[in-house]
Each structure stands twice: as structure tokens, then as C-alpha cells.
């Protein structure tokens, strides 16, 4: 390998200039003064502009001033924050790190989304007046929470701390360039699983009796609500993007868990159609994203899979088993979830997702069982979650009728007056098949067995395919120049690009047990003065990433680039070797120089016609940035503390959803109970 000192400017490899934190801190403070004067008045029971927009909301969708007004706000703030995400993280791939955390525009719609999400969940708290559920906590002389406000407050508190730690974890250990750093799942994570709340929310609502969420128009409300919990697909982009910087299985595991969990959750809850609604939630959602995204010039956008066919898999199973049979319904439909509808989607990824996959067929085997298990422990988590929101809504003193009627209304206002009869016979066939209120054993390890259950085997199966050592080759490689010469490879400004030829050795490494083998070039935009003559990548047409296949060209263990790679400026090119079930091994063709960096891994890399390519861990290219000279034990300490902030927030998610569940037909808590009212206890 060739070494050498070039001098590049480079953005810096740690946590963020002192100026910026001040400047965070300010947009904080300055987005949580007016929440704080929102509970100062509502608490002196005064009015408020939040407040009256509240109740003038609730005459609207008839729903509490609690529910109503927060609810559309923590929408939108999601879909805010994902259009940011979605354009960070691309920007990240084509352009590199950042100058500084208030450098990248990405960040804003992050950065005031996150800060809208924590307040919304204080707002939702404050405003609570009226007919309270039979579950609050206390957070204030004068104010009960409904248990929804604090899942959303806690999901807030953990996205917001993920940036002050994001900066410190930067300083500690350098930058780590991948969506599934520590504390980027912090900021993600938080955000992702707000919605948690608002299904919680909407079934305390029907609890207190809303007329918004009785009826027909509330069940509906409610399986959207529920069926929000699948954005969670966050954690999917590198893999929509085509720089996944974990295993394969990994995209199994997530998207068998997240089927199983929503798609057999929102059945059960909502009745014949529920699979497919929810589908169409997660469909409008992708959509969106991509739309917004799309506006930005020259962003990669994210692909996504398509999950119709394991929600269509879930409608079939219930008609041949019904929810209401145990844990039939749910272990089922996850088995045929993770094995029918997984396959499905590696059909769809032959036409729609970008390099690195399709997959080998020869992998599936492995990726269909790791997805099966996951989406068994969805399906188990979703019955549990399920249980929760019905036992929560439950008003055994109230018939709540679903009728045709108001639908009816509709129609004939809209002069469709002729589907008025067709209507109600879908109506009626979708009435008689209501799954009723799931079976809720009391004895404790049997009530939230299945959630713990299920829960459990995501954690593990997670846990258990984390990247590993890479398998140990090395290639001979050769280049076939296009742009540039020998000398003018490596340089900071002039164009260089070669198509590369590998021969790997031994010679049947990239094909027993593949994954995936291919060439990525990105961040290559970064600095560069002139975008327009940049190679872009060979199917987004986009600058500064190219995804690149490495054809075999005959001779036994010999693969060429399908395009000319790039070996110059601010571009890092390697070729990458997934093997089964977790090594991730990068050939590494070219890096610049960086000064930031003050490792040896920061000085430059270039390769040279014939020379012989080691093998190293891919971490240890994509993210060179992170120092090498970190003691053990400091790592291990921050993987602990971030590890315990996590278990803590899904603590406190099922604790409040088993809280707010608790209590049967206890007698519905009004305002006027507030001051004098016990703590709930579980």
C-alpha cells in the first residue's frame, strides 16, 4: 500500500466548535420558553393561543384537547424530521462529515423537529383538562398526565439527548459516519417511536368517552394511530440507499419484526382490512419521504421495500384463523410473514433496490430463517400491544355501536348516493368479522409474557448479527486507466477514474457464503469545485457515490468493475466482501489524505497497477474517522450507558402501556380529581 502526505483542507474529526453548542443551546431554550409559559398559565388556569387552538381543534375532530391538537402537530414533526433524516444521510454518503453540525441544512429540520416532538408531549400533559383517563401520572402540583403524553415525553427526552451526546460521543471516539452510530440511534430512535403515544392517546381517549374516537371514525382513527408504528423503517435507509453498514440479516430481522408487530397488530384491532391499511400507511409515509426528498438537487434517494405481500399474507391468515384464537393468529402469520412475504421481497429487490442487493439466492435460506424468528417475536409483541390499547379504551359501561350511518351521511352529502347499498354490505361483512376484546390473562408473567417474549428475540437477533472480524484474502488488483495517468491518480484536483480488476485470493472467497461483492465509491463530493464533472453514480445519476458491480470475467476468481472508478480528491473507493453470516471485509483502493485524522489511518491510500491488497474490517475504512487509541473500557462504558438509556425508554414504553391498560372499569378521573388523586401504581 502507498502512503503519502498531501495537504487537503479537511472539516474537523470531532465534536463541534464551542460557537455552535452556544448556538444550539439558544434554539433550545428559545423553543421551550413558550412551552414553558404554556404550563404556567394553563396550571393558573388562564388562557393561552396553544389552549384555545386546542378546544377550537377538539369541536372539529371531537376529540380532548389533549389528544387532538398534539397528535396532528407529532405527525407532522415526524414527517419533518424524517425528510431530514432522509436528506442527512445522503448528504453524509456524498459529500462526507460535516464542516460543523450547523453546517449541514440537513440538521435543521432534524434539530427543530426533535425540540417540537419533546414539547408536544409536555403540551399534550399540560392541556389536559376535563375527563382524564383512568391512569395519569403526576408531573407537576396541578397537572396529571395521560400515560400517551409521557410515552412521548420520554421518547423526546432520549432523541434531544442524543445530540449533546452525539457531540460528546464525537470527541470521545471521533466521528462514526453511519445511521446506526450510538447516538444517532438515540435522535432516531426517540423520534421514531413517539408514535407509540399516539396510539396510547387515542385508546384513553375512547376511554373518557370522545366522540371522536367511539364509532366507526374512531376504530379507524385508532388503526392509523396504531399503524404509525411502523416508522421505525428509519433504521432501514442504508440499506434503501445501497450503503448498508451492517449484515444483510440485519435488514431481515427489522422488516420481518415490523410486519409481524403492525400488520397482524393493526388486524386484530381494526377488523378485516387492517393489514392493508396499515400497508397503505407505511406506503404514504415512504411517499412523502421520497417526494420531499426528491425537491433537493442531486440527493440519492431511498429506495424501499414493498411489504404488500406480507400484508396480504396476514388478511389471509385471519380468515382461516381468527386473532381471537391464542397466539395462533400471531405465531402464523409471523412464520408466513418471515418466510413467504421475505421472499417476496427479495423478488421485489431485483427490480426496485439498489447495489448491493438483490442477494444470492444462496444466502436466502439463512436471511428467510433469522426474518421468520423476528417476525414470530413481532407478531407475539404486537398481540400484547394490542391487548394493551383494547383494555385501555375498554368502557364496559358504554355500547359502543358501529354503525353505517354516518358513512352513509358522507355519501349521499357527495351526491354517491348509488354506493350507499354496496357500502353497507362491505360494512356489514366488515362488522361481523371484529375480533372483540383480546383475552387478557391476569396473573403478570403471563399477561405481558408474549411482549416480553417478543422483544426479547429482536434484541438477540439483533445482537447477534453485529458485524464481525473480516475473513482473511487479499487480491491482486489492476487498473485500466479512463481519466488521468499513474501520476495523476491520488491527487486532490486532477480526474482520475480506472476500471478495476481484482483477482482474489483464494481464489473462492467472494463466492462461498456471498452476500454481496461490489465496489462503492462515495463522499466524493465533498470540497470539490466543480460538480458537473464528477463521476455520478450508474443508476440514480446522482454525484459523489457510485454502487458499482464486479462482474466476473471468466477467469476463476477474477472480477472487473462494471464502470470506472474513481481514485481522486476526496473520494474513498473500495471493493466490499459480505460473507455469511456477519464478516464484512473491504479491499481498499483509495482514501485521501486527511489532517484531521491523526492516525495512520488518516494518511493516504492509493493503490498502484498490480500491487496486492490486503483485506482489513470494513469499520476500519468507512469510518476511519473514529481514533484507534481509545482505551477498551471507555468504549465499553458508553456502549453501557447508551444500552441502559434504551432499556430504560422501552421500560418506560411498557410500562405505560400496561399502566394505562391496568384498572378494568375503575371509574373515569376528572380534572377536578387532580390535587387530591394517589399516584397510579401498576
Known amino acids: 500500500?502507498?502512503?503519502?502526505?498531501?495537504?487537503?483542507?479537511?472539516?474537523?474529526?470531532?465534536?463541534?466548535?464551542?460557537?455552535?453548542?452556544?448556538?444550539?443551546?439558544?434554539?433550545?431554550?428559545?423553543?421551550?420558553?413558550?412551552?414553558?409559559?404554556?404550563?404556567?398559565?394553563?396550571?393558573?388556569?388562564?388562557?393561552?393561543?396553544?389552549?384555545?387552538?386546542?378546544?377550537?381543534?377538539?369541536?372539529?375532530?371531537?376529540?380532548?384537547?389533549?389528544?387532538?391538537?398534539?397528535?396532528?402537530?407529532l405527525v407532522v414533526s415526524l414527517l419533518t424530521a424524517g425528510f431530514g433524516v432522509w436528506w442527512d444521510v445522503a448528504l453524509h454518503m456524498q459529500n462526507g462529515r460535516d464542516e460543523g453540525?450547523?453546517?449541514?441544512?440537513?440538521?435543521?429540520?432534524?434539530?427543530?423537529?426533535?425540540?417540537?416532538?419533546?414539547?408536544?408531549?409536555?403540551?399534550?400533559?399540560?392541556?389536559?383538562?376535563?375527563?382524564?383517563?383512568?391512569?395519569?401520572?403526576?408531573?407537576?402540583?396541578?397537572?396529571?398526565?395521560p400515560l400517551g403524553s409521557i410515552v412521548i415525553i420520554g421518547a423526546g427526552v432520549i432523541a434531544l439527548a442524543g445530540f449533546p451526546s452525539d457531540d460528546l460521543w464525537h470527541r470521545l471516539f471521533g466521528q462514526d459516519v453511519t445511521e446506526w452510530g450510538p447516538t444517532h440511534v438515540m435522535m432516531i430512535g426517540g423520534a421514531v417511536t413517539c408514535v407509540i403515544g399516539l396510539a396510547l392517546l387515542q385508546a384513553e381517549a375512547r376511554q373518557v368517552g370522545a366522540a371522536g374516537a367511539m364509532g366507526f371514525g374512531g376504530r379507524l382513527r385508532g388503526a392509523i394511530m396504531l399503524s404509525l408504528c411502523i416508522v421505525p423503517f428509519a433504521f432501514l435507509m442504508e440499506f434503501d440507499l445501497g450503503v448498508p453498514q451492517f449484515p444483510m440479516a440485519t435488514q431481515f430481522i427489522i422488516v420481518g419484526f415490523l410486519a409481524g408487530w403492525i400488520f397482524t397488530g393493526v388486524r386484530a384491532y381494526f377488523g378485516p382490512g387492517g393489514a392493508l391499511l396499515a400497508w397503505v400507511v407505511y406506503l404514504i409515509a415512504h411517499l412523502i419521504l421520497l417526494g420531499s426528498t426528491a425537491l433537493v438537487d442531486d440527493v440519492l434517494l431511498a429506495r424501499f421495500l414493498l411489504l404488500l405481500p406480507a400484508a396480504i399474507l396476514v388478511e389471509i391468515v385471519a380468515l382461516v384463523v381468527s386473532p381471537r384464537r391464542g397466539l395462533t393468529f400471531w405465531i402464523t402469520s409471523g412464520v408466513l410473514i418471515g418466510t413467504l412475504g421475505l421472499a417476496a421481497e427479495w423478488v421485489w429487490s431485483q427490480f426496485f433496490m439498489p447495489l448491493p442487493q438483490p442477494i444470492p439466492g444462496s444466502a436466502l435460506p439463512l436471511m428467510l430463517a433469522v426474518g421468520t424468528a423476528a417476525a414470530v417475536g413481532g407478531g407475539l409483541l404486537g398481540s400484547w400491544h394490542v391487548r394493551q390499547l383494547q383494555?385501555?379504551?375498554?368502557?364496559?359501561?358504554?355500547?359502543?355501536?358501529?354503525?353505517?350511518?354516518?358513512?352513509?351521511?358522507?355519501?349521499?352529502?357527495?351526491?354517491?348516493?348509488?354506493?350507499?347499498?354496496?357500502?353497507?354490505?362491505?360494512?356489514?361483512?366488515?362488522?361481523?368479522?371484529?375480533?372483540?376484546?383480546?383475552?387478557?390473562?391476569?396473573?403478570?408473567?403471563?399477561?405481558?409474557?408474549?411482549?416480553?417474549?417478543?422483544?426479547?428475540?429482536?434484541?438477540?437477533?439483533?445482537?447477534?448479527?453485529?458485524?464481525?472480524?473480516?475473513?482473511?484474502?487479499?487480491?491482486?488488483?489492476?487498473?485500466?486507466?479512463?481519466?488521468?495517468?499513474?501520476?495523476?491518480?491520488?491527487?486532490?484536483?486532477?480526474?482520475?477514474?480506472?476500471?478495476?480488476?481484482?483477482?482474489?485470493?483464494?481464489?473462492?472467497?467472494?463466492e462461498d457464503g456471498k452476500i454481496w461483492f461490489y465496489a462503492l465509491a462515495w463522499q466524493g463530493r465533498h470540497r470539490s469545485a466543480d460538480v458537473t464533472t464528477?463521476?455520478?453514480?450508474?443508476?440514480?445519476?446522482?454525484?459523489?457515490?457510485?454502487?458499482?458491480?464486479?462482474?466476473?470475467?471468466?477467469?476463476?476468481?477474477?472480477?472487473?468493475?462494471?464502470?470506472?472508478?474513481?481514485?481522486?480528491?476526496?473520494?474513498?473507493?473500495?471493493?466490499?466482501l459480505h460473507t455469511a453470516p456477519t464478516n464484512m471485509s473491504a479491499l481498499p483502493l483509495y482514501a485521501p489524505d486527511d489532517p484531521a485524522i491523526t492516525a495512520d489511518k488518516g494518511r493516504r491510500i492509493l493503490v498502484t497497477d498490480g500491487q496486492r491488497v490486503d483485506a482489513m474490517t470494513e469499520p476500519g475504512f468507512?469510518?476511519?474517522?473514529?481514533?484507534?487509541?481509545?482505551?477498551?473500557?471507555?468504549?465499553?462504558?458508553?456502549?453501557?450507558?447508551?444500552?441502559?438509556?434504551?432499556?430504560?425508554?422501552?421500560?418506560?414504553?411498557?410500562w405505560c402501556l400496561a399502566a394505562a391498560a391496568k384498572g378494568g372499569a375503575t371509574p373515569v378521573r376528572t380534572d377536578t380529581d387532580k390535587p387530591v388523586a394517589p399516584p397510579s401504581k401498576v
Open 1 to 73: 500500500m502507498l502512503y503519502a502526505q498531501t495537504e487537503v483542507p479537511a472539516p474537523p474529526a470531532g465534536g463541534a466548535a464551542i460557537g455552535e453548542v452556544i448556538i444550539a443551546f439558544a434554539i433550545t431554550l428559545a423553543a421551550t420558553l413558550p412551552t414553558i409559559w404554556l404550563m404556567w398559565r394553563e396550571t393558573a388556569g388562564k388562557p393561552t393561543a396553544i389552549g384555545r387552538l386546542a378546544d377550537w381543534v377538539a369541536t372539529k375532530d371531537r376529540l380532548p384537547r389533549w389528544v387532538g391538537l398534539p397528535s396532528y402537530a
Open 101 to 145: 453540525p450547523l453546517a449541514n441544512p440537513s440538521h435543521y429540520p432534524i434539530f427543530l423537529a426533535l425540540l417540537a416532538i419533546f414539547n408536544i408531549g409536555i403540551i399534550s400533559a399540560v392541556l389536559a383538562k376535563g375527563e382524564l383517563p383512568r391512569r395519569t401520572i403526576a408531573i407537576g402540583p396541578a397537572i396529571r398526565a
Open 391 to 510: 383494555d385501555t379504551a375498554s368502557r364496559p359501561d358504554t355500547d359502543d355501536e358501529l354503525t353505517f350511518d354516518a358513512i352513509a351521511d358522507l355519501l349521499r352529502r357527495f351526491k354517491l348516493t348509488f354506493l350507499v347499498g354496496p357500502g353497507e354490505s362491505i360494512f356489514g361483512y366488515w362488522k361481523r368479522g371484529q375480533t372483540g376484546t383480546l383475552n387478557s390473562n391476569e396473573i403478570p408473567w403471563r399477561r405481558h409474557g408474549a411482549g416480553l417474549l417478543g422483544m426479547g428475540l429482536f434484541i438477540g437477533l439483533m445482537a447477534a448479527y453485529t458485524p464481525q472480524d473480516p475473513i482473511d484474502f487479499e487480491a491482486r488488483v489492476a487498473l485500466d486507466y479512463v481519466d488521468g495517468a499513474a501520476e495523476t491518480c491520488g491527487t486532490t484536483t486532477s480526474k482520475c477514474t480506472a476500471f478495476v480488476t481484482v483477482d482474489v485470493e483464494p481464489v473462492n472467497i467472494a
Open 534 to 576: 464528477l463521476p455520478r453514480d450508474p443508476i440514480a445519476d446522482v454525484p459523489g457515490i457510485m454502487r458499482v458491480e464486479m462482474v466476473p470475467t471468466g477467469v476463476t476468481g477474477q472480477y472487473r468493475s462494471a464502470e470506472p472508478l474513481p481514485l481522486y480528491g476526496s473520494w474513498k473507493t473500495l471493493v466490499r
Open 622 to 654: 468507512l469510518q476511519r474517522e473514529i481514533k484507534d487509541d481509545v482505551p477498551a473500557w471507555l468504549w465499553t462504558a458508553a456502549y453501557i450507558v447508551v444500552g441502559l438509556f434504551w432499556l430504560g425508554l422501552i421500560a418506560l414504553y411498557g
